[in-house]
């Protein structure tokens, strides 16, 4: 049963939405949804490399032979990633330190890597193309709704652009714990576990 | 010097716990902290090349990429460079000592794609860490990992007899459980 192209696309909003259905790319998750600047911004970082990678892949697909793939596979996401990783430090470099070692560690993310085996390196261009912008889609929206929510409970204030937005005025009690550690492995855990309920067929 | 040294190792090992504190490879955390077998079996693989790779990044870094003026290559060359000693690794254990080998087993071409590896080998030239510091930071952040991968693999273990409700089994409640375990390091804090 082939998909048809609106499909390769959408397929990443809601039913194969990472990281709450395809249990991957988890360290970032947690580490960066402190802020919603610092998640789509993470989120558009990880889209771009992951569409590149996906058509670059698609159209090299029938020359990488198969023993060394993941090698070649590698190098792509290096390359773009490298890439992602100098226009940052150009044109935002405050979101660029913010990142930090988060932005290089793109290459063993397991998404592009995933999307590359199990996607792009048996399918053409088009789709590869379409495949990796949704499901790049669906994770910065994802990082952006968990963000929202730690960010919101913990300090009470929201960051669009660069300064923190403050939401409730000075009685909010801010709830820090969300934005720690903990907070982050307990907030993902409850948000999978609501994706579950929602999504039970 | 000494006492430098042990600083850095325990701020490494339980205050700055790679794995609870700085999140870095929560895939494999969670992938194999179903049994205590494979739990223990990828935090030996992980000590094994996480030192290997410290002190052939650091040497890359210093005689490489710096000589050459060829920084930006950095993430590259390194994510290569483990690649091949993972290849490599794997290559020499199976002909020269194939009982690590299958005790390793399917953990250590895995390590390729751990996020902690490639993580701490940056932090190592980020935080411009001299050779010792640089292998002391290396193997306490690995140390840190297996520390925690064990230690979750036991709580799991346990919670595979209790009643869940059914959303949350497995991977949700394996996560609220790590935020618990990842506050109990979080009480390290302010200890140096």
Do not use: H
Not at chain 1, 73 to 85: G, L, M, N, S, Y
Not at chain 2, 38 to 60: R, S
Not at chain 2, 102 to 111: A, F, Q, R, S, V
Not at chain 2, 148 to 170: C, H, M, S
Request: charged residues 10%.
């Amino acid at each position: 049963m082939a998909k048809t192209l609106v499909q390769e696309f959408t397929k990443g909003l809601w039913a194969e939405i990472p990281p709450f259905r395809l249990v991957l790319g988890l360290c970032p998750t947690l580490a960066i949804t402190n802020t919603l600047e610092n998640a789509y911004g993470m989120g558009v970082a990880v889209t771009f490399v992951l569409t590149f990678s996906n058509i670059l892949i698609s159209a090299l697909r029938k020359i990488i032979p198969p023993k060394v793939r993941i090698v070649a596979f590698i190098v792509v996401i290096a390359t773009f990633v490298i890439v992602v990783e100098l226009v940052m430090q150009a044109y935002t470099y405050a979101l660029f330190l913010k990142l930090g070692i988060f932005i290089p560690l793109i290459v063993v993310n397991c998404i592009p890597m995933g999307r590359a085996e199990a996607f792009a390196s048996k399918n053409g261009m088009v789709r590869s193309a379409l495949d990796g912008l949704g499901l790049g889609l669906g994770y910065t929206i994802a990082l952006s709704v968990l963000a929202t929510f730690r960010q919101v409970i913990a300090t009470g204030a929201i960051t669009i652009y660069e300064t923190p937005i403050s939401l409730f005025g000075p009685a909010f009690e801010p709830f820090r714990f969300l934005v720690e550690a903990p907070g982050a492995f307990i907030c993902l855990g409850l948000m999978l576990g609501l994706m579950n309920i929602l999504g039970k067929k | 010097m000494f006492g430098d040294l042990a600083v850095l190792f325990f701020s490494c090992v339980l205050i700055n716990n790679i794995l609870l504190i700085q999140y870095l490879g929560n895939c494999p955390f969670l992938g194999t902290s179903k049994k205590m077998e494979t739990a223990t079996g990828m935090a030996m693989a992980v000590v094994f090349v996480l030192v290997l790779a410290g002190i052939i990044t650091w040497l890359v870094e210093l005689y490489v990429l710096v000589p050459f003026n060829l920084k930006y290559l950095r993430t590259m060359a390194f994510i290569l460079v483990i690649a091949a000693l993972v290849q490599f690794v794997e290559m020499f254990l199976k002909k020269s000592i194939p009982a690590l080998y299958t005790g390793l087993g399917i953990y250590l071409p895995l390590i390729t794609t751990n996020c902690a590896v490639l993580g701490v080998c940056l932090i190592n030239i980020q935080e411009e860490y001299n050779f010792f510091q640089m292998l002391i930071s290396s193997f306490a952040y690995s140390a840190g990992f297996g520390l925690a991968l064990v230690l979750f693999a036991g709580v799991r273990e346990r919670i595979l007899l209790a009643r869940t409700p059914r959303p949350f089994q497995d991977t949700a409640i394996g996560l609220v459980t790590a935020g618990m375990l990842s506050l109990t390091f979080f009480a390290f804090k302010g200890w140096v």
